[in-house]
């Protein structure tokens, strides 16, 4: 439903990059400081018949953030869009954000029915100051500007939606917004012809702040931020909503539809896109009325900073084979340039206390799925964190020498990857972790680097592929191209071999799909999880004090060894899909592909001999000439940076090699024994006994592991096996069949182990009693833990 504002304001859509031509006359809304009343005085149209006053897309962002890898309050982040209408009541105006995720679709009573059938909210309450002749009227929008609209307060007690963490203690209790302690920044307003833009500072005070902003702000206990305001013109008609398909690898905007007709779905999915116009529609090739440009955040340091930029105008290539002709391409932003100016799509550069995840979205129209402004954020230690898994493979010597060894070389490849990565989903693309599968068909995955062994030494040159690939050009073709026909696209991928797995098969270790996988590299995880354990031991061969820099303390070496004694932690995770693993792909009624099939079964079984040849005593003893360099000593305790980085140690100060083996036989055994994984061995072997089953793996755990001899760290490994096991069978997820044949398979281990030395019969011990079991499990280190492997996008090493 058109509304009297909607034609009265149209007139262009919103500016998406600095080139877009602005108007000569007067901005989107008359609005002006009141210095002596610290007022923000908005002169808004007469209210239509509905009492409409306006109608904009008003979104909040963080011009300054925390600075949290824990607790995501980023510099650049934005928060969600909203329909704001102003609508008066009587004496007042409520500043109303309208539901448009509910809808109907027909006559005018149709539409009211869907719209009076679920809430809508009320944001503020603003005085009329004054009321022009011409019904024009003027309200005071500070209210509105200082209110918690990003929900900071609950996500600085760690309950809001971008803080997960009850951890220890890191989250504060008690936050709230200090009304006194905050207020409109007048001086920050900025008035174009299709948004405006205004500051707000906000203060949160706790008297019981957690450990977490405790390390960061300077008076813990008055936090303060800076908020953005944005309120944009409504995009004018003609931009072209694609309907989102499963098999194209975009993001879409969800919406019920109650007047969809019978037999139709009421979930309806839009694309989300930029409207990208030819000059030419009817020509295969053709310039754009309006290209799209990403701006690089001048806070990014050389050459980072020049790194992304070429990154991200890898993209170009992809817009110009769908024949739009200068269509993409990225540039630094121009000095003087708002970064938080919706008239430009930003690659935020957010320094943190510690490495985090990088993200990619913007703001969208959420009527039609049109990108309005794109917007990433990348964290700035990632390259860095980068830079000690390479300088830990292959040592210091080759820096800036820009060979295969050179680590800085590697690190900058790898930012160009990630610029990419995230402007792709700016752009309006899911991730794709099937391209790694498909030699780096696409930026959307989370590439793990390829190392090579060249002579025996391990060669960085080809770390990460330059460009975009195949599945790329594939995407920008099916969102933004000429055609709408996904079919016809689709069946051409397929054509192609081209592959999709995305965050539902990817994102988690215990998913089946033996294609959707992060951080690997080649179409066969147990070749690729051979190769990385190559380099894993040429790697621990020559690690020692060379991989640190000049003037290094010499207690980073704890630091550097975890990437390289956990480098084949994601390999494991890949070659762990295969068991249990079904092949399935993203297919509608009536496409013609193929039906889901299991992963045959001496594939199977070869990934179970691969995981548990991982728990050997041989792979996870550390090196006798590395325990004393590793337990160099340090002065620096307060340093969360260095901290989350290291092996936590039951020796003391001393690096402690048996718990750098219950670390790494942890992350096998999570694979092996996930409960998903086991009911769907159960299942498959009940279904098709030519199958594996659970006693498939058990079987290869109790003739391999559970029985260690004298040797201290195949103790070790046994005991972690079993106490995973243990773990496994009481955990709440797990069927009762997976859990009968955990518990009997313990039986027996208890059974026999009773008649061995003291370790023996303490295991038995422990098994027999239940009551002694569950304190083994509930104790602090029952699971040991295991250093973050993801961000490095919570990436590679550690939240895309």
């Not at 110009?320 to 003087?336: N, T, V, Y």
């Not at 069946?491 to 988690?508: E, F, M, N, P, V």
């Not at 994984?677 to 594996?692: D, F, I, T």
């Not at 096991?725 to 044949?741: C, H, I, K, L, N």
């Amino acid at each position: 439903m058109r509304h009297a504002f909607w034609a009265a304001t149209a007139v262009m859509a919103v500016a998406s990059g600095a080139q877009a031509q602005t108007r000569a006359d007067a901005p989107m809304l008359a609005i002006k400081a009141d210095p002596a009343d610290a007022r923000v005085l908005v002169t808004l149209p007469p209210p239509d018949a509905q009492g409409i006053a306006g109608r904009f897309i008003h979104v909040a962002a963080l011009r300054s953030g925390l600075g949290s890898a824990e607790i995501a309050l980023d510099r650049g982040q934005v928060g969600p869009e909203q329909i704001v209408a102003f609508r008066r009541y009587g004496k007042k105006v409520a500043v109303t954000f309208e539901n448009t995720r509910f809808r109907a679709t027909g006559d005018a009573g149709t539409e009211r029915g869907a719209r009076e059938s679920f809430a809508f909210s009320i944001a503020a309450m603003l005085d009329i100051v004054s009321t022009g002749a011409d019904g024009s009227l003027t309200v005071d929008l500070s209210p509105f500007l200082t209110r918690d609209i990003l929900n900071i307060a609950d996500t600085l007690n760690g309950s809001g939606s971008g803080a997960d963490l009850a951890i220890g203690g890191r989250a504060g209790k008690g936050f709230k917004l200090a009304g006194d302690l905050s207020a409109v920044d007048l001086g920050s307003i900025k008035a174009f012809p299709d948004n405006v833009e205004i500051d707000a500072v906000q203060t949160y005070t706790s008297d019981t702040p957690g450990r977490e902003v405790s390390s960061i702000a300077p008076e813990p206990r008055q936090a303060s931020f800076v908020v953005h305001h944005s309120f944009v013109r409504l995009p004018p008609p003609g931009f072209a909503p694609r309907r989102l398909d499963i098999r194209s690898g975009a993001f879409g905007t969800s919406y019920y539809d109650y007047g969809s007709p019978l037999g139709s779905p009421v979930l309806q999915q839009l694309a989300n896109r930029f409207r990208l116009e030819k000059v030419d529609p009817t020509a295969p090739r053709s310039r754009v009325k309006k290209p799209i440009v990403f701006y690089i955040d001048p806070a990014a340091p050389e050459p980072i900073r020049t790194a992304l930029m070429e990154g991200v105008n890898y993209w170009r290539d992809a817009f110009e084979a769908a024949g739009l002709i200068d269509a993409f391409r990225a540039e630094i932003l121009p000095p003087g340039a708002d970064p938080m100016d919706v008239r430009y799509n930003m690659v935020n550069w957010s320094n943190r206390l510690t490495r985090g995840w990088s993200y990619g979205g913007g703001i969208t129209d959420p009527r039609t799925g049109e990108i309005i402004k794109g917007n990433v954020v990348i964290g700035a230690l990632r390259v860095r964190q980068d830079m000690v898994i390479f300088e830990g493979l292959v040592g210091t010597a080759g820096n800036d020498s820009g060979g295969g060894q050179d680590p800085v070389k590697a690190s900058l490849d790898r930012i160009r990857q990630l610029g990419a990565h995230e402007v792709g989903h700016a752009l309006g693309f899911a991730h794709n972790f099937a391209a790694s599968t498909q030699d780096r068909a696409s930026v959307m995955d989370y590439p793990g680097p390829r190392v090579k062994v060249t002579d025996g030494a391990l060669d960085l040159s080809d770390a990460y592929a330059p460009g975009i690939g195949a599945w790329d050009r594939f995407a920008v073709d099916w969102l933004y191209g000429a055609t709408d026909d996904a079919g016809g696209i689709a069946r051409a991928a397929a054509a192609q071999g081209l592959r999709y797995a995305t965050d539902t098969d990817g994102r988690s270790a215990d998913a089946p799909n033996p294609y959707g996988s992060m951080w690997d590299d080649g179409g066969d995880p147990l070749a690729h999880l051979a190769h990385q354990l190559e380099v894993r031991r040429i790697a621990l061969s020559r690690f020692g004090p060379q991989v640190l820099r000049a003037g290094e303390p010499l207690s980073d070496l704890r630091r550097k060894f975890v990437p390289v004694w956990l480098f084949h932690r994601y390999a494991v995770d890949a070659a762990g899909k295969l068991i249990g693993g079904i092949d399935t792909r993203y297919a509608l009624a009536g496409d013609g592909g193929p039906v889901p099939t299991p992963v045959a079964a001496a594939t199977q079984l070869a990934a179970i001999d691969a995981l548990v040849g991982t728990l050997s005593a041989e792979t996870l003893t550390v090196p006798a000439g590395l325990v004393l360099p590793l337990s160099s000593a340090t002065n620096v305790t307060g340093d969360p940076q260095y901290n989350q980085e290291v092996l936590r140690t039951a020796a003391g100060p001393a690096f402690d090699p048996l718990v750098a083996a219950d670390v790494a036989a942890q992350v096998p055994l999570d694979s092996l024994l996930a409960p998903a994984r086991l009911a769907r061995l159960v299942e498959q072997h009940r279904r098709e006994p030519s199958l594996p089953g659970i006693e498939s793996v058990l079987g290869r755990l109790d003739a391999r592991v559970l029985t260690p001899g004298s040797d201290p760290v195949a103790r070790r490994i046994a005991w972690r096996a079993a106490m995973t096991m243990a773990a496994t069978a009481r955990d709440p997820a797990t069927s009762p069949e997976v859990a009968a044949a955990l518990g009997d398979r313990l039986s027996r281990l208890a059974a026999r182990s009773g008649k061995g030395d003291a370790w023996s019969r303490h295991l038995a011990g422990v098994l027999g009693d239940e009551e002694r079991l569950k304190a083994e499990l509930a104790k602090r280190q029952a699971k040991p833990t295991i250093p973050p492997g993801m961000p490095i996008e919570s990436e590679w090493f550690g939240s895309e």
